[in-house]
């Protein structure tokens, strides 16, 4: 996998930065605090997936906030345009973070370990 150059390294740190900024300004309740959990930059900065956490929504409430995000991509670009001065901003596409939910689901199964190794070694000691 090719590294990213330092330059793209900071738009994506600016943009993780920036992105839940102009979406607490929204008034949309879902997407107001939406938590950002990684920015992934193309080189020339022409596209963006933006990783969000959804495991706290259903199948539909996750419908509604892609479905309202894709309506304020607009404001978006013009917030980011504004705080930054640049004079091209990517284009946002939002993504579903998967990696925090098989996290989650790979300590509740280290967890599930533990307590068998705990039982079977307190059996043993009887």
Same mark, same amino acid.
């Given at each position: 996998m090719k590294e990213k150059s330092i330059n793209l390294q900071r738009t994506q740190s600016l943009l993780m930065e920036l992105i839940p900024e102009a979406l607490s300004s929204?008034?949309?309740?879902?997407?107001?605090?939406?938590?950002?959990?990684?920015?992934? !930059?193309?080189?020339g900065k022409y596209d963006a997936k933006v990783y969000f956490d959804g495991s706290d929504f259903d199948d539909a409430e996750l419908?509604?906030? +892609?479905?309202?995000? *894709?309506?304020v991509n607009g404001r978006l670009k013009a917030y980011i345009l504004?705080?930054?001065?640049?004079?091209? !901003?990517?284009?946002?596409?939002?993504?579903?973070?998967?990696?925090?939910? +098989?996290?989650? *689901?790979?300590?509740?199964?280290?967890?599930?370990i533990a307590i068998k190794e705990e039982t079977k070694d307190s059996k043993d000691e009887n």
């Open positions: 929204l008034n949309d309740p879902y997407v107001k605090s939406l938590a950002i959990t990684d920015v992934d !930059c193309k080189n419908k509604v906030i +892609r479905a309202t995000l *894709r309506k504004n705080a930054t001065g640049w004079y091209k !901003c990517p284009n946002f596409e939002f993504i579903k973070d998967e990696d925090i939910e +098989r996290s989650q *689901r790979l300590e509740d199964l280290f967890a599930q």
